[in-house]
């Protein structure tokens, strides 16, 4: 389906379904992402949010339906193969090496776009040093985009939770991805650095990168998102701008609880 501008979008689902057993986790939802846009899905714990995710970035295979990037199927793809054609994500539980650097985090992500193989790397052949050292330059501009510069040094188990997260976000923006995934990205964040990643998101999607987002901080997603799609037991029950969601009536029963003022 083609926008009326002309715009094709950047992510369509159709009708996509997942079973675990008798269970229907994600039951026949579609929806589409549009270049530019920030997307917010919310719904209650158990709605199927991140099983979505996880259909979308290939750690899942859809049992039906299907998930179309950039015009291309993705069903069936890999997680490094799907990481490869541009989308990114970030997960609910942190997921950073320990052992490595802020900045050798940071570099893992890039090393998605290396054109040279293992063997040019374990010699050191000239242009494998050439582009470690682009890889490395890359690194340091997606540290200093989340602010975590001057920790490149430090090793990843020693930041902050809050910086933690801001790490994994910056590994994934070094994969230079057309849409980036975050996973609960406010989750155990204090009101000052959920602030400062509404700040962050912004100026993510001002570079360039369009958002798709799962969140349970309402303040942080009626505040950024410029659609709100509603899931509940794996159904989608509404869809639209912020404010419109906030007074749908079948949101409020099954999630919100309230009206906004």
Request: charged share 20%; proline share 4%.
């Amino acid at each position: 389906m083609t926008k009326p501008n002309g715009m094709e979008p950047l992510l369509e689902v159709r009708a996509l379904q997942k079973f675990f057993g008798g269970l229907v986790a994600v039951n026949e939802v579609s929806f589409q992402v549009m270049p530019g846009e920030i997307v917010a899905i919310i719904g209650p714990n158990g709605a199927g949010k991140t099983t979505m995710f996880n259909l979308l970035s290939g750690v899942y295979v859809p049992d039906k339906g299907e998930v179309v990037f950039h015009g291309e199927v993705l069903n069936g793809k890999k997680p490094y193969q799907i990481a490869q054609r541009g989308l990114a994500r970030t997960f609910q539980n942190l997921q950073v090496f320990d052992n490595m650097t802020t900045l050798e985090n940071v570099m893992v992500g890039r090393h998605i776009r290396s054109a040279y193989g293992l063997l040019s790397a374990a010699f050191r052949l000239p242009h494998a040093r050439r582009e470690e050292g682009d890889i490395h330059e890359q690194a340091w501009h997606y540290l200093s985009l989340v602010h975590l510069q001057e920790q490149a040094a430090m090793q990843a188990c020693n930041l902050s939770f809050g910086q933690q997260r801001r790490l994994e976000i910056a590994r994934a923006l070094a994969s230079e991805p057309a849409l980036l995934l975050l996973d609960e990205p406010g989750a155990g964040l204090t009101r000052e650095e959920v602030e400062e990643l509404d700040g962050l998101i912004r100026n993510i999607r001002d570079a360039g990168a369009t958002i798709l987002l799962v969140e349970h901080d309402m303040d942080l997603v009626m505040g950024i998102a410029d659609r709100v799609i509603v899931l509940n037991h794996g159904e989608k029950i509404a869809a639209g701008t912020p404010e419109t969601v906030q007074q749908d009536q079948r949101v409020i029963r099954a999630y919100l609880g309230e009206v906004w003022d």
